[in-house]
Structure formats: C-alpha cells, structure tokens
C-alpha cells in the first residue's frame, strides 16, 4: 500500500523558514517524480516543485524559485521542502504526491 506522510508544517513568522518532510512507503518507483503542491484557503491546488529524485534535478513553479529548495534522501525515501523568506500567500496545505498518490497534507501559516 502506497503512503506519502507529509510532516514540518506550522506556523512562521513572514521572512522565516520552514522545511517540510515527506516519507513515501510503498512505493519503489524511483524514476517517477516526486511532487510538492499546495491549496491556498479557496484557492485552487498548485503545483511547486518536482524532482526525480535518482537525477536530484528539482523544477519550481515560478513563486518557489530562488526561495524554495526540493531535495531527497533515497535511503529514506523522503522528500524535503526548504522554504525561505516566507510570505503570508504562502500560507497553504502543502502535499506531497508521486503519480496519482497523495499525502494528506501539513498546513503551513505565515503570520506575525
């Protein structure tokens, strides 16, 4: 049974940081990408970022460049999300996916 387990959310003050988690079991495709999403409140889902994470290449969606950073630990099969110089439309559920798998998502507030 595959299963994404998101984990790192909470709340961060605007221009903090924040590194959310992601443990994919079940799962041993390695060539398929690992995703980030995330659902603003009445906002569409959005893609973030991808990786393939055997080429450890990562691509943002264009508000993640240059502050958001996609990584991986293969032994773990985990997926990370550093996130820097948070601003408040930042705030969201974030989820990790791979194919049509989901995880259940870490709310991350931005707010003073």
């Known amino acids: 049974q595959v299963q994404l387990v998101e984990s790192g959310g909470g709340l961060v003050q605007p221009g903090g940081s924040r590194t959310l988690s992601c443990v994919v079991s079940?799962?041993?495709?390695?060539?398929?990408?690992r995703k980030w999403y995330r659902q603003a409140p009445g906002k569409e889902r959005e893609w973030v970022a991808s990786?393939?994470?055997?080429?450890?290449?990562?691509l943002y969606a264009d508000f993640a460049e240059g502050r958001f950073t996609m990584s991986a630990d293969n032994a773990k099969n985990t997926v990370y999300l550093q996130m820097n110089g948070l601003k408040s439309e930042d705030t969201a559920v974030y989820y990790c996916r791979v194919l049509n798998y989901w995880g259940q998502g870490t709310q991350v507030t931005v707010s003073s």
């Open positions: 990786m393939i994470t055997t080429e450890g290449t990562a």
């Open positions: 079940g799962f041993t495709d390695s060539g398929s990408p």
